[in-house]
């Protein structure tokens, strides 16, 4: 059974933490997610949860390091000043192999930057902080995805106890949208044993969670160890969408998230033209659907990336197709959202 | 035959790993009086534990017990969260004055001021043990540390945090305690106020800390006995041992 609701992006996010069986939210004020914690102060009291204004980002991730240690689902949201603050604690879940889902609604950068919407912040969910280590990084482009995929995020945080980034913007989070909800939907760990967690020893010795590993030669095993991990993730979680591709396109648009959803735009301008532009969509930016993008490409002529940065996910694009000829990259930073007519102009001039 | 009586044995909160902390350093007496005190509270089995960064990291190798890493200064907040997630366990974290006066500054005065209800040991040696000897907030006026060979400057490093006069306007905090490890009634009153701190988190009684004057030989350059003797003479002198708050 599903339910129609017009709905705010961040509040979605919201609902979808609730019903995925989170009850512990640890977040500090930042715009544009604001709406977060200020939905999640009336909700998660009421469903019996953990809701803490964190002092800091510092804390909010510490907090949710704390509570995934203990064996709870807990998620934390930011936007990309507050997402930078988190990073050491984002290596260290993974080093100590936590689950946890993190939401960066992204602003414009560098530094603080503005409250417009970007994707600037691609580097810093795909290629994280310190050390070896992969979250899953997820990026929806419409608010019933801000539902479905923060849904999905805490299943695939404890199947492979790991850190899961849902990378959405200001756009997506501001948004109002119809969605349809699948209320009935079940989380499919929600119950499952979490035998690592600290609950006390009862009955056993003390177990520990920790990243240090001094002896030498261990660390480097756990390392391998943990690529095993992103070795089977990459297996077996790539995601992505393709749109009009069954027209057999002579050239290809890459873009995630906001711009994703401006490229359909496009994509239908281009076609009142007599142009046939197919979309590949990647869901899963990590890991990176490499293979069926360069599936995607083999047979158009160009292959259009538009990011809203100058040029992040263009640089895994490239690694994909191993050839960058046919790559046209064009983004817009700081804030700037492109609009299909925008986008539609810059192929114009690029196709005879 | 003669009958064995036990006069003293092992805590069942230690395992068989032997301390490896340098001689003399305050870290084992305070890891073995809170195994002790474990036991005596008969909770092993409730107890979730957090390490901080420094020579502490390893006290997960000597506590059998639950116990988690935290990164650098954010032991508190991850304790905080265990506690919420558990509130029938007992939880507590364990940390230096690099760890819990510098870097962990602003995590810890917003958990004391939160009053959570979990207790925190404070392992005050006056420098950062772990990374070779550096100045801490903690380190005395004019005390020689590998960064600050000339003797702490006030005018270039300010003076010496006192943590516990620090949080103590603080009303979420209700039980603040400065101990000493220096000779065997200083280390009978600092097991009673760690105990103390324990029971009033097991009785719903909120934040509590103590702080351990603890020797650091190795780092301070003079032997234990010596160490000690620093303690009771200069270090206590400015950081005064006793109870700094106590409304339980
Ligand atoms: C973010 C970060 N900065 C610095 C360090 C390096 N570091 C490790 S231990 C330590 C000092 C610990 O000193 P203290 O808390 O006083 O504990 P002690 O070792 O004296 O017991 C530092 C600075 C670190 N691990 N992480």
Known sequence: MSEKELIKGNYAVVEAAIDAGCRFYAGYPITPQNEIPE????????????????????????LVFGAAAAG????????????????????YMAGCELPAVIVNVMRGGPGLGNIQPSQADYFQAVKPGHGDYHMITLAPHNLNEMYDYTFGAFDLADRYRNPVIILADGLLGQL????????????????????????????????????????????????????????LITKNEQKFEL???????????????TVARVAKGTIQKASADGIKVGLFRPITLWPYPSEALKEAAKNVKKVFVFEMSLGQMVEDVKLALGDASKIEFYGRPGGGVPAAGELYEFIKKRVK | ????????????????VPFTYCWGCGHS???????????ELDMREKVIAVAPVGCAVFAYDFWDFDVTEAAHGRAPVVATAIKRVHPDKFVFCYQGDGDLASIGMAETIHTANRGENISVIFINNTNYGMTGGQMAPTSLISQ????????????????????????SPLQGVKYLE????????????????????????LTNVGFSMVEVLSACPANWKKDPVKANKWIDEEVSEYFPVGKIKDIT
């Open chain 1, 243 to 257: 749109t009009n591709m069954d027209s057999n396109p002579d050239y290809l648009i890459v873009a995630f998230g």
């Open chain 1, 39 to 62: 939905y999640m102060s009336h909700m998660m009291p009421e469903a019996g949860g953990t809701f803490i204004q964190a002092e800091s980002e510092l804390i909010s991730i510490n």
């Open chain 2, 1 to 16: 035959m003669a009958k064995e009586r036990v006069i003293y044995k092992k805590p069942e909160s230690l395992t068989d």
């Open chain 2, 178 to 201: 400065r101990v000493k490890l220096t000779d065997v009634p200083s280390i009978v009153k600092a097991k009673k106020a760690i105990k103390k701190a324990f029971v009033n988190q």
């Open chain 1, 176 to 231: 109002m949208e119809n969605i349809e909800l699948d209320r009935t939907k079940k989380p499919e760990l929600l119950n499952a044993p979490k035998p690592w967690a600290l609950t006390g020893a009862r009955g056993r010795h003390g177990q520990r969670i920790l990243s240090l590993l001094m002896q030498p030669g261990v660390l480097e095993k756990h390392n391998f160890k943990l690529k095993e991990k992103w070795d």
């Open chain 2, 144 to 167: 020689v540390t590998t960064t600050s060979p000339y003797g702490r400057d006030v005018k270039n490093a300010g003076y010496p945090i006192k943590m516990l006069e620090l949080l």
């Open chain 2, 29 to 39: 007496m305070a890891h073995k009086l809170i195994a002790e005190i474990i036991d």
């Open chain 1, 72 to 91: 709870a689902r807990a998620m934390t949201t930011s936007s990309s000043p507050g997402i930078s603050l988190m990073q050491e604690g984002l290596s």
